[in-house]
């Protein structure tokens, strides 16, 4: 079975793809989040041209020798490109064996632990209590990260006394019966991390994500070393040096893999066999309702070194507009702090076709 054809639908912040066999059968993927319409430009440039006429079975093999013709272009955009080519053959290879990702990868449909990730910096530390509180007593969230400092911040704070109010305010109103974990989105020096680590230690959060610059390897190193929560980081890195990199270094405890950046599934796994060798749990960023959640869960249902939870955004259509109506149905339902990965073949979701007329389209196919 041989890829014959290739499209896209995109936005600036969505590019949906459309894999095509010879044999009729489809599958949907989906490249990374933003700049989605340059995404879906070097998608068709220099990504689809290697993948046409290629083995279904053969994905892996294509996505290196797609890099490799394009050795040139290391780095970010030709890994979210190429995502849309790993997750929309994926969900073929899914829907023609009649089984959900998940088992195709060693793993079962079922439910996965989730997290309440709250995505701003501009809420007071009483509104977000307020609203985490909300979560977790009318859906069972039973672990909550929620934001410090200022992005790639410099040691600022989103405003002067944030930070030292969100961590008690928020901590004390969710109570010792939850898990909390906040995100320092690279922006402190390590004297400064480790400060604020110490307020997270004394106020029983457990997580401490990106607190120095995710480039800044040794610095995040050095928190580490100091505090005795867990430190995470990865989710900006793409290439496997950096993880080889950060693992050497001994820099954090958990890995963040973002399935998009990553280039999808193949080269994700990767990442997450390094993490099992070096003993360290895989908890992937997953920061929208986008199809990055959806394949986030089947692979944490595959995995062994599956981290303790999903990353499941809680921001709706003011914070995240083009969220809507991407799918049918309700993919994202969570229940008792739990989403479900369903046994509907492949990703087991459906692109919502309304959305798909109003999107550019283009096509790659052999000539």
Request: with cysteine.
């Amino acid at each position: 079975m041989k890829i014959a054809k290739l499209e896209t639908f995109d936005t600036p912040y969505v590019c949906f793809v459309k894999a095509t066999a010879d044999t009729g059968d489809v599958g949907w993927g989906q490249t990374s989040t933003y700049q989605a319409d340059i995404t879906a430009e070097i998608f068709h440039r220099q990504v689809a041209p290697y993948a046409l006429g290629t083995q279904v079975e053969d994905l892996e093999d294509t996505l290196r020798r797609t890099f490799e013709r394009e050795h040139k272009f290391p780095g970010s955009y030709l890994r979210r490109a190429q995502a849309g080519l790993d997750t929309a053959v994926w969900d073929l290879r899914g829907k023609v064996a009649g089984k959900p990702v998940a088992s195709l990868l060693g793993g079962s449909p079922g439910r996965v632990r989730a997290y309440a990730s709250s995505m701003k910096r501009d809420i007071t530390p009483e509104d977000e209590a307020a609203r985490f509180v909300k979560l977790r007593d009318d859906l069972g969230f039973d672990a909550f990260k929620w934001r410090v400092g200022a992005e790639v911040g410099r040691d600022q704070d989103e405003w002067p006394g944030r930070t030292e109010a969100v961590i008690p305010i928020v901590s004390k109103a969710l109570g010792d019966d939850v898990e909390k974990l906040v995100d320092g989105n690279s922006c402190y020096s390590p004297a400064k991390a480790i400060e604020v680590g110490r307020m997270l230690e004394d106020n029983g959060i457990g997580h401490f994500e990106e607190p120095c610059p995710y480039w800044e390897v040794d610095q995040t190193a050095e928190v580490r070393a100091a505090l005795n929560i867990d430190v995470a980081g990865g989710e900006q890195d793409c290439e496997l040096t950096a993880w080889q990199l950060a693992i050497e270094h001994k820099a954090v405890d958990i890995l963040q893999p973002d399935i998009m950046y990553m280039g999808g599934i193949c080269r994700t796994l990767e990442v997450c066999r390094m993490g099992e060798r070096a003993g360290l749990p895989i908890t992937p960023h997953a920061a929208n309702l986008g199809l990055v959640t959806m394949c986030t869960m089947h692979l944490l249902r595959a995995i062994p070194n599956a981290g303790k939870y999903l990353e499941f955004s809680i921001e709706g259509l003011d914070y995240y507009p083009w969220q809507d109506g991407l799918f049918l149905n309700d993919p994202y339902r969570i229940e008792e702090g739990r989403a479900t990965v369903t046994e509907a073949p492949g990703w087991g979701v459906e692109i919502n076709p309304d959305w798909l007329a109003r999107a550019r389209h283009r096509v790659s196919e052999r000539t």
